[in-house]
T-cell receptor, first 113, second 115 residues
């Protein structure tokens, strides 16, 4: 089966750094995505990893290790507006040419003053 | 402006009634998806479609139906057979896969409440 695990909740302080982990056990791995979702709104794309290593994009970085089935999202210089859910999603190939995006349950991050 | 539009934003349904949620995109994307989101459970895949006139069941398809008669449109019908339909429904679209990054773009969601 397909399984993606993330911590349910995290708390961090404004201006600090926080790392949100994601582990996965899936078949036909074809890329990992991170999305940000504010309450009641649509998820918005943050980052994409398909090869091992670190991808940096401003205050956000994402890391992938395919051999370990592990990724993390790193948020630097935290701001109050970063309080949101962060969703890890894995693209899989379920036996054909069709791709599926499988989401984890999301990590609710609360940034405190 | 290109984008993906869901309507309505809020929808109330009486028990035993079917209801259809609209999803339209003008991004020229081949792939479209429907997800359901419940508190504490993340996004769960209901149906997805890679091309016109073709779609596949996701992980929780029971009680739902879809159609893909046009590339731009992927409506979701919540039938009376769906036992617990109250949820936040998200539609997404994505360009045809290549080796490059092709992230999914989401609509603003429809919150369905059964009364």
């Amino acid at each position: 089966g397909q399984n993606i695990d993330q911590p349910t909740e995290m708390t961090a302080t404004e201006g600090a750094i926080v790392q949100i982990n994601c582990t996965y056990q899936t078949s036909g791995f074809n890329g990992l995505f991170w999305y940000q979702q504010h309450a009641g709104e649509a998820p918005t794309f943050l980052s994409y990893n398909v090869l091992d290593g670190l991808e940096e994009k401003g205050r956000f970085s994402s890391f992938l290790s395919r051999s370990k089935g592990y990724s993390y999202l790193l948020l630097k210089e935290l701001q109050m507006k970063d309080s949101a859910s962060y969703l890890c999603a894995v693209r899989v190939l379920p036996g054909g040419a069709t791709n599926k995006l499988i989401f984890g349950t999301g990590t609710l991050l609360a940034v405190q003053p | 402006d290109g984008g993906i539009t869901q309507s309505p934003k809020y929808l109330f349904r009486k028990e035993g009634q079917n209801v259809t949620l609209s999803c339209e995109q003008n991004l020229n994307h081949d792939a479209m998806y429907w997800y359901r989101q419940d508190p504490g459970q993340g996004l769960r895949l209901i149906y997805y479609s890679q091309i016109v006139n073709d779609f596949q069941k996701g992980d929780i398809a029971e009680g739902y139906s879809v159609s893909r008669e046009k590339k731009e449109s992927f409506p979701l019908t919540v039938t009376s057979a769906q036992k617990n339909p109250t949820a936040f429904y998200l539609c997404a679209s994505r360009a045809r896969d290549t080796l490059m990054n092709t992230e999914a773009f989401f609509g603003q969601g429809t919150r369905l409440t059964v009364v």
